[in-house]
Each structure stands twice: as C-alpha cells, then as structure tokens.
C-alpha cells in the first residue's frame, strides 16, 4: 500500500460512523477498517447491489460478513452472508443480495471483527403495479471545481426512489488540468496528483472522491445506477482511443480502458458483468417503467469527426466555400449511414429492450445515456457573450461555431450531433418501439430540455432532460459576459428543439414518473463553493404520458 493510500485512510476515519456494537456472532474474525461507509445499487424486484470496503488489519484477503434487515433494529434480517475483501478488488466488497420482496426498502451492513459497517438504507424495485418512480438524475461531479451540494441535497430528499449518474463521476486529469489551478477550489485536493492512467492511480482516484462527505451520505442511504462517460476513462474517449490517451508516453489503450473499468467495477455499487466493458443494462421498475442504460462512450463508438479537418482547405476561400465544405462534411461524414455511436450489437439491443418493455405494457421507457442528443447549435449572437480578454483561438473558435449554426450545424461532434444517422436511427425506435421514450444524459454541464422531434401527430419521439452538471463549469465559463439570462434566451432562439435551458448553473435534477406524466424538478445551486450552497432556483417540467400516442411535449413551469 502505497504512501498516499495511507493518509487517505487516516483522512477517513471521522467519516467512518460509529461501530459500536458487537459484530453478530458467526461473523468474521477478521479486523479492520471500513474505509468508505456502504453503498447500494442496481435493484431489481428480488436483489439489489451491496457495497463496502474493508482494508483488513494485516495483509491478505479478509473475510466479513454482511445482513440485510427489514429496518434499522436489524430484529428481523432477511437475507445474510459473507463475502471477501481482498487487494485485488481495491479491498471493495460487492454482495448481489438476493430473495428480497419486491418494492420495499431495506437497511444493510456489513460486519466483522472490528465492528459493523455503517449502516445502509436501499430498496427494491416493484414487481408489478408501481404508482411512481423518483429519480435523482447526476452527470459531471469534478472534485476540484468544487464541492457537491447537489449530493447533498438528494440524500435528505425522501421522495428519491433511485439514483441515476449518467458518467463523469471522476475526471481523470492532475491537479491543475481541469480545472486549471486558477479555478480550483480551495481545499479540494485530488489524490493522486497527477493523471491516472494505472490500475493504481484509477482506484486512489475513486477512493479520493468518495471521501466527499456528501457522496458517501448519498451512497448510504440510496441505491445507485451508474453508467460512464468519457472522463472515468480518458477525455473524449472512443473505442480505440481517446483525445487524453497517448499510447507513446500512456501505453496501450485497451490496457489502459480495461484498467478504468476494473476500478469502475470495483468502486460502483453496480452489477458487475462477465466483460467488464459491457455496462449496458435494463432494469424495470415494476409495470410503470424500464430504465435502459447505455454506453455512448466506448463500447461502440466510432472516431469523434472534426469541423477543423473539413473547413480548414476552405478557410481562405470565403464564407460561401466554408458553408459548402461544411454541408458536404454533414452529409457525407457527419450523417453516413454506417457511422455508429452505439455499436450494431447494443443498438439491436436497446431496439428489443423498447419492444420488450413496450409488449409487457410499461407506461415509460427511461433511456438512461451520457450525451446530449436534442440538436444544439451555436447562436450568431454568441460570440458577442465572450469576454474581452478571451484569446484569438477561442474567439475564432466560437464565431466557426456561430457559423455553423447558421447552417443549423452543432458545433459538437463529440456528442450525438456527430453521429446524425444514429441520432436518427435512435428516435425512430422511441417513435415506434417505446410507449412513452424519455432520455436521460449529461455531459455537457447544463441543463437542456429538448423535445426530440418524430413522433406521432407532431408529437416528440421522446423527451429529453439533460442534466445541470453537479460541479464541471459549463458554458458561463466561456460566454461570460451579457446580461443574466442572455445566453439561455439566444440558445431557446437558435435551437427548435429546445424548451428550457440553464446555461448558469451547477445542481441536478428529479424525475417522477407516473402513469400520468414525468414531472422534473431542475434543482439549481447558487455556487458549488461550499457544501451547503443555498438553491438559486428549481424550475418544474412536465410531459405528458399517453396509452397510445407517444409522449406530450414538455411544459415548462
Ligand atoms: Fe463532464
């Protein structure tokens, strides 16, 4: 155990809640230290994800015992065993506890010689009729920039069933890469310090972040379903690589993204599959809804185009040739048919996860995925919004960007508007294959209510809610100047499909489904510089369920 790993365990002791009973008899004779409380996650009507870590008090695997109970007496337990904590795991414990009743909540902890575990609050899913479901819905939570109040929030609100984080739970980069120096607040040091790319530097990264008081409440008393992006792995992350990735100085990819993923593995209170590098998943909630989880980022995804390849033989040609170069790019490059963001395999897979979900008569079909997928292009009045003091390259960077929009051409190809067809093939699938398709993503730091057109009647093929960040900086960091308000008001003029946004603020989002609707509470915080951060504002959605029809539109307010 390295250096750094001890003055993190010594960092966590007065996190670690008391363990003052005696452990139950017939547990463990193993000693040591619950590290990072319990976590839960992944339930289904009959199981749900158990999580701890336990470093034992001397070298090698350790064996502890764990109980899940019908409250937080423990009088009546209904499921229990024993598990291993070793070092090849990061000594984390993952448990599939099963033979639960459906649609009930649980306490759980873990035991050994030393003590309990913290004790954890989870649930189940419902089997059959369920009159609602309330997500609490995550994306983009970087150490550095801040604390996370939005964790915070969500663990004391006792309407939220389930936990959903749609990627960029941790970032990859060193102190000072991102956020730069200059932005990073005060007292927010990540472990390790400089880039991770070992199996190692994965693992202290995970265990760093989860010292966050509020995250580790969160993980406590709600369970979690996880999925990644890119910044778990490498920024702009693709099959074969990433923009973050340098194979000459960082070794081999594959080696390096199955590392990420065994310290994913390891750290999310998720199911853990055969191949580590397959996270797409469905999990139903009752007859009211499936949430089906997908992988954007690696699994499949082809190469990120580039505008700068395409427009760069054009730039000195005026602006008639770069709009030509442009469209050609679009329509050749950006739209081919054959252009994949899913991968054939898990897009056939989520095609019968909708018909699945549909033929057994849930209300919604909860596409729970990384990047934003309503169309977004850049205002021509944006540029106006930069500072003064901005640099020439980003300055050019954001009138291309401008231009671009003109044509109605998004600016970022990183996200599904660089993978048209796809973005297409997906919509066509909600519209014929979902009752009521609602996706979920994050990604991009604000918050962004899109209405995703092809539906029936004029209606939406789905309705998205793309999340606020819980504390990545978003576009006020660059487009910083113009009164409050300008930047969301230029991006509802230049975007058809959009019908809210928040381009300010760090926060997350609710989501209840019933059979009626989806009603979003947007919970926006005024700054991510302490933990207790008071809320600026929530702004309420609702879209509308049909039996037969499709999803309504979002009505904002
Ligand atoms: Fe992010």
Same mark, same amino acid.
């Given at each position: 155990?390295?250096?750094?790993t001890?003055?993190?365990?010594?960092?966590?002791?007065? !996190?670690?809640?008391?363990?003052?009973?005696?452990?139950?008899?017939?547990a463990?004779?193993?000693?040591?230290?619950?590290?990072?409380?319990?976590?839960?996650?992944?339930?289904?009507?009959?199981?749900?994800?158990l999580?701890t870590?336990?470093?034992?008090?001397?070298?090698?695997?350790?064996?502890?015992?764990?109980?899940?109970?019908?409250?937080?007496?423990?009088?009546?337990?209904?499921?229990?065993?024993?598990?291993?904590?070793?070092?090849?795991?990061?000594y984390?414990?993952?448990?599939?506890?099963?033979?639960?009743?459906?649609?009930?909540?649980?306490?759980?902890?873990?035991?050994?010689?030393?003590?309990f575990? &913290?004790?954890? !609050?989870?649930?189940?899913?419902?089997?059959?009729?369920?009159?609602?479901?309330?997500?609490?819905?995550?994306?983009?939570?970087?150490?550095?920039?801040?604390?996370?109040?939005?964790?915070?929030?969500?663990?004391?609100?006792?309407?939220?069933?389930?936990?959903?984080?749609?990627?960029?739970?941790?970032?990859?980069?060193?102190?000072?890469?991102?956020?730069?120096?200059?932005?990073?607040?005060?007292g927010?040091?990540?472990?390790?310090?400089t880039e991770i790319?070992?199996?190692?530097?994965?693992?202290?990264?995970?265990?760093?972040?989860?010292?966050? &008081?509020?995250?580790?409440?969160?993980?406590?008393?709600? &369970?979690?379903?996880?999925?990644?992006?890119?910044?778990?792995?490498?920024?702009?992350?693709?099959?074969?690589?990433?923009?973050?990735?340098?194979?000459?100085?960082?070794?081999?990819?594959?080696?390096?993204?199955?590392?990420?993923?065994?310290?994913?593995?390891?750290?999310?209170?998720?199911?853990?599959?055969?191949?580590?590098?397959?996270?797409?998943?469905?999990?139903?909630?009752?007859?009211?809804?499936?949430?089906?989880?997908?992988?954007t980022?690696?699994?499949?995804?082809?190469?990120?185009?580039?505008?700068?390849? #395409?427009?760069?033989?054009?730039?000195?040609?005026?602006?008639?040739?770069?709009?030509?170069?442009?469209?050609?790019?679009?329509?050749?490059?950006?739209s081919?048919?054959?252009?994949?963001?899913?991968?054939?395999?898990?897009?056939?897979?989520?095609?019968?996860?909708?018909?699945?979900?549909?033929?057994?008569?849930?209300?919604?079909?909860?596409?729970?995925q990384?990047?934003?997928?309503?169309?977004?292009?850049?205002?021509?009045?944006?540029?106006?919004?930069?500072?003064?003091?901005?640099?020439?390259?980003s300055?050019?960077?954001?009138?291309?960007? #401008?231009?671009?929009?003109?044509?109605?051409?998004?600016?970022?190809?990183?996200?599904?508007g660089?993978?048209?067809?796809?973005?297409?093939?997906?919509?066509?699938?909600?519209?014929?294959?979902?009752?009521?398709?609602?996706?979920?993503?994050?990604?991009?730091?604000?918050?962004?209510?899109?209405?995703?057109p092809?539906?029936?009647?004029g209606?939406?093929?789905?309705?998205?809610?793309?999340?606020?960040?819980?504390?990545?900086?978003?576009?006020?960091?660059?487009?910083?100047?113009?009164?409050?308000?300008?930047?969301?008001?230029?991006?509802?003029?230049?975007?058809?499909?959009l #019908?809210?946004?928040?381009a300010?603020?760090?926060?997350?989002?609710?989501?209840?489904?019933?059979?009626?609707?989806?009603?979003?509470?947007?919970?926006?915080?005024?700054?991510?510089?302490?933990?207790?951060?008071p809320?600026?504002?929530?702004?309420?959605?609702?879209?509308?369920?049909?039996?037969?029809?499709?999803?309504?539109?979002?009505?904002i307010?």
């Amino acid at each position: 155990m390295t250096k750094l790993t001890r003055r993190a365990l010594v960092a966590a002791v007065p !996190l670690i809640a008391a363990a003052t009973a005696a452990p139950a008899r017939g547990a463990s004779t193993a000693r040591g230290t619950f590290t990072h409380s319990v976590a839960s996650g992944d339930p289904t009507s009959g199981a749900v994800i158990l999580w701890t870590r336990f470093v034992p008090a001397s070298p090698g695997a350790a064996t502890i015992g764990w109980e899940v109970a019908e409250d937080e007496t423990f009088r009546r337990i209904v499921a229990r065993g024993e598990a291993t904590s070793s070092l090849f795991d990061d000594y984390c414990v993952k448990v599939d506890a099963r033979g639960l009743a459906p649609g009930r909540s649980y306490a759980f902890r873990f035991s050994s010689a030393s003590g309990f575990s &913290p004790t954890g !609050l989870t649930r189940t899913a419902p089997a059959g009729d369920a009159r609602s479901l309330t997500m609490a819905v995550f994306s983009c939570s970087n150490y550095g920039f801040g604390h996370f109040p939005a964790y915070g929030h969500a663990a004391k609100n006792a309407d939220i069933d389930l936990c959903v984080h749609t990627g960029d739970y941790i970032y990859e980069y060193g102190i000072g890469g991102y956020p730069p120096l200059a932005d990073t607040a005060p007292g927010r040091v990540i472990d390790p310090a400089t880039e991770i790319v070992s199996l190692s530097d994965y693992h202290r990264r995970y265990a760093c972040y989860r010292l966050d &008081p509020d995250l580790q409440e969160l993980h406590r008393v709600k &369970p979690f379903v996880a999925i990644w992006d890119d910044h778990e792995l490498a920024n702009d992350a693709w099959r074969d690589g990433a923009q973050n990735h340098q194979p000459d100085t960082e070794g081999a990819w594959v080696v390096r993204r199955a590392m990420a993923a065994k310290a994913y593995a390891d750290w999310l209170p998720i199911r853990r599959q055969a191949d580590l590098l397959h996270i797409y998943r469905t999990l139903d909630w009752g007859t009211l809804a499936s949430v089906i989880l997908l992988d954007t980022r690696l699994i499949g995804r082809e190469k990120q185009l580039d505008w700068r390849t #395409a427009l760069a033989p054009a730039m000195d040609q005026g602006e008639a040739a770069v709009a030509a170069a442009a469209q050609n790019y679009m329509r050749d490059e950006i739209s081919a048919p054959s252009r994949t963001l899913l991968g054939q395999a898990q897009e056939d897979w989520m095609r019968a996860q909708l018909r699945r979900s549909k033929a057994r008569g849930a209300t919604w079909q909860v596409l729970g995925q990384q990047l934003v997928m309503g169309k977004q292009s850049m205002p021509a009045d944006m540029p106006a919004l930069l500072p003064d003091t901005v640099s020439e390259g980003s300055r050019r960077w954001a009138t291309t960007g #401008a231009g671009l929009g003109r044509l109605g051409l998004s600016w970022n190809l990183d996200s599904w508007g660089g993978y048209e067809a796809a973005r297409q093939r997906f919509l066509q699938a909600c519209a014929t294959d979902a009752n009521n398709a609602i996706v979920l993503s994050g990604d991009s730091h604000n918050g962004w209510a899109n209405n995703l057109p092809g539906g029936r009647d004029g209606r939406p093929a789905a309705v998205e809610m793309a999340g606020l960040s819980v504390s990545s900086g978003g576009m006020e960091r660059a487009f910083s100047k113009g009164e409050p308000g300008a930047r969301e008001r230029a991006m509802l003029a230049a975007n058809r499909e959009l #019908a809210w946004c928040d381009a300010t603020h760090r926060g997350y989002s609710t989501v209840k489904l019933t059979r009626a609707a989806a009603e979003v509470d947007w919970i926006a915080f005024e700054n991510v510089a302490t933990r207790d951060a008071p809320v600026a504002s929530i702004t309420k959605s609702r879209a509308e369920a049909t039996r037969a029809h499709g999803v309504g539109s979002w009505q904002i307010g």
